[in-house]
C-alpha cells in the first residue's frame, strides 16, 4: 500500500522529494505529545500513517486531498505535532499531511493583522510582528515550535489569554481559508463567526491553509516571580493583578510548592518550599508590582526583561502546559488535567480537593479572560497517576463540585471540553467531509451518524 501511495502521490506534487516513506521518518510525523497522558501512550504508541507529503502550496493541498478523497485513504493533517491528545495521531493509517513548508507570513496589516501560511511558527510571528510594533495577542508556551494552523486547529489559548481570552474569543481569528474533503476539492474562506466550524476541530473538518490572526500593540514586558509562604496567599495576590484592570499584564501563574522544585534550570528564581507566582507584567509598572508583592508579604525572587522568543531564561517555558513537562521529568509519574475552577467558590473547590486527594493534585493556576470578559482561574493541576479508575475517579469528583474539565485523557473531541454545543463543527464536516477521511475516529458523533441504524 505505501508504494503504490508513494508514487501516486509523487505525481500529484511537483517534487516527489518531498513524498516521504521512510518508515522512522513516518513514525516521528505520525507522534504528538500523546505520552503525557498514560492513558493514550498505551492505545496510541502503535498508530502511524503510512506515507506523509510535505506540499509548498495550496494548489498541492487541493491535489493531494482530490487524490486521497478518489483512493479513499484517509489523511492526517500535521503543523508541528506538539498536540498532547494524540490530535495528530492517524488511527487509520494513511496520508500524513505535513504544513511545516508552507511557513510564510503574507503580510501584516497596518491594522495589525497578520495573514500567513498555517505551517508558520508562532515564535517567528511573534519575532517578526513585534520589529513592526505589534505581538502576538496570545501563544501556548509551545512558541518556539507549534505552528499557527496547529495552534488553531488543536490548542486553546495561553500566554496573553489573560487579557485577550481564549483563540476563539473578540475576533482573536478574523479569518481562515480551507480545503475541503468533497469530491471536487473547494477552497472556502470563513470569516467572523463562520471561523467557529473549523477552529478546534483537530483537522477532521478541512484543512487550514491560510490564517487572518489578530495582532496587539507591543509592550515592553518584565518577568517577574514573587515567592508566598502558603499557596492561598500566593494565589490570592494573584488573583487581585489578574482581575484588576488596572495592570497591564500578559501572563499570571501559580504553582504550589513542590511543583518550583521541578524546575532545575531556572532554580535562582524558586524558593524553597514556597508558592512561586509568575506575572509578565507591562515595565513600566514593575517597580509598583514590588510593592504591591512586598505589602502581600511575597518575597520577589526574579525580575528581568522579556525581549522576544529568545529571551534567557524565558519563564513561560515553565508554564501553561509545560509546567507537566517538567513535573514529567522529575518523575514520569506525574501527569495533569485541564480545570476551570469557579471565580466565587474556588477556596471551597481546593479545600475539597486537597481533603480528598492531599497532594496527589497539585495546584498550577493559569488565570484568563473567557468569552464574557471576566478573568477565570483556569488551572492544569498535576495529578499523581496510579491507575486510569483512580484518574477518572478524581475527574469525576472534579466535575461533582463544579470544576470544569477538558478531558486530556481521552482521544477525542467531543469530550476535551472545546467541542461546540451547537454542533458547528459537526455539521461543517458532514458538508466538507462527507466521506469521513480526513482524521477519522477522532469526531465520534460523526461516526455515530454514519453507522448503519
Ligand atoms: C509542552 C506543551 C505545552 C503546551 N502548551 C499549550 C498552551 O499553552 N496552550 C495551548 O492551547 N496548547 C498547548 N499545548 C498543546 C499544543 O502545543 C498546541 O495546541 C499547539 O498550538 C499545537 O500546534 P502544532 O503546530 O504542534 O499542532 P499539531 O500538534 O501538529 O496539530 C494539532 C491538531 O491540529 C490539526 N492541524 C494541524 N495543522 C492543521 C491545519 N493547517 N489545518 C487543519 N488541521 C490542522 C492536527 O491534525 C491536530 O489534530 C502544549 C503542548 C505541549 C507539549
Known amino acids: 500500500m505505501s508504494e503504490s501511495l508513494a508514487s501516486g502521490l509523487s505525481a500529484v506534487v511537483s517534487d516527489g522529494e518531498r513524498v516521504v516513506t521512510s518508515p522512522a521518518v513516518v513514525e516521528r510525523l505520525s507522534k504528538d505529545f500523546y505520552w503525557y497522558s498514560p492513558i493514550l501512550k498505551r492505545q496510541l504508541e502503535a498508530k502511524h500513517g503510512d506515507v506523509a507529503v510535505q506540499p509548498v502550496s495550496v494548489d498541492e493541498v487541493v491535489a493531494i486531498m482530490r487524490y486521497a478523497g478518489q483512493q479513499g485513504i484517509p489523511v ?16 487509520e493509517g494513511g496520508i500524513i499531511l505535513d504544513l511545516a513548508l508552507m511557513d510564510k507570513i503574507e503580510e501584516i496589516t497596518a491594522d495589525g493583522v497578520a495573514v500567513c501560511q498555517p505551517g508558520l511558527k508562532l515564535g517567528v510571528l511573534e519575532t517578526e510582528a513585534r520589529k513592526q510594533g505589534w505581538e502576538l495577542r496570545m501563544y501556548p508556551s509551545t ?5 499557527v494552523g496547529g495552534f488553531l486547529a488543536g490548542g486553546s489559548g495561553g500566554i496573553g489569554s489573560v487579557t485577550h481570552g481564549g483563540l476563539r474569543d473578540f475576533d482573536n481569528v478574523r479569518a481562515i481559508e480551507v480545503v475541503t474533503m468533497e469530491e471536487e476539492p473547494r477552497m472556502i ?10 477552529m478546534h476541530s483537530w483537522g477532521t473538518n478541512g484543512v487550514i491553509t491560510r490564517i487572518w490572526f489578530s495582532l496587539t500593540p507591543a509592550v515592553e514586558w518584565t518577568q517577574f516571580t514573587v515567592a508566598f509562604d502558603t499557596y492561598e496567599e500566593g494565589f490570592l495576590f494573584a488573583r487581585q493583578i489578574a482581575e484588576s484592570g488596572e ?21 535562582q528564581v524558586v524558593a524553597a518550599d514556597k508558592t512561586l507566582v509568575l506575572i509578565m507584567i507591562e515595565a513600566s509598572q514593575l517597580e509598583m508590582l514590588r510593592e504591591a508583592a512586598g505589602a502581600a508579604n511575597g518575597e520577589v525572587t526574579f525580575a528581568g526583561a522579556y525581549t522576544g522568543p529568545r529571551t534567557q531564561p524565558l519563564l513561560s517555558d515553565y508554564t501553561w502546559n509545560h509546567t507537566t513537562l517538567w513535573a514529567m521529568k522529575a518523575d514520569p509519574v506525574w501527569t495533569y488535567i485541564q480545570a476551570g475552577f469557579s471565580t466565587t467558590n474556588c477556596m471551597e473547590q481546593f479545600r475539597l480537593l486537597r481533603e480528598k486527594y492531599g497532594k496527589e493534585i ?25 491507575t486510569e479508575e483512580r484518574l477518572n475517579e478524581l475527574i469525576a469528583y472534579c466535575r461533582e463540585i463544579g470544576v470544569f474539565i477538558a ?5 477525542y473531541l467531543e469530550d476535551g471540553g472545546r467541542f461546540r454545543s451547537d454542533n458547528i463543527q459537526l455539521m461543517a464536516k458532514q458538508k466538507y467531509d462527507p466521506r469521513g477521511l480526513m482524521n477519522p475516529g477522532k469526531m465520534l458523533s460523526f461516526q455515530m451518524e454514519r453507522r448503519p441504524k
Do not use: D
Request: hydrophobic share 45%; net charge positive.
Open 189 to 198: 474562506l470563513h470569516e467572523g463567526p463562520a471561523v467557529h466550524e473549523i
Open 143 to 147: 512558541l518556539a515550535k507549534a505552528s
Open 362 to 386: 497539585l495546584f498550577h493556576i493559569e488565570f484568563m479572560k473567557n468569552g464574557e470578559g471576566v478573568v477565570v482561574p483556569a488551572a492544569i493541576p498535576l495529578v499523581y497517576f496510579t
Open 76 to 91: 492526517t493533517v500535521r503543523g508541528a505535532g506538539t498536540g498532547n491528545y494524540g490530535q495528530c495521531i492517524p488511527l
Open 407 to 411: 478531558n486530556p485523557h481521552v482521544n
Open 247 to 267: 495592570w497591564s499584564k500578559r501572563l499570571v501563574t501559580v504553582f504550589e510548592w513542590p511543583i518550583p522544585s521541578f524546575f532545575t534550570p531556572v532554580k
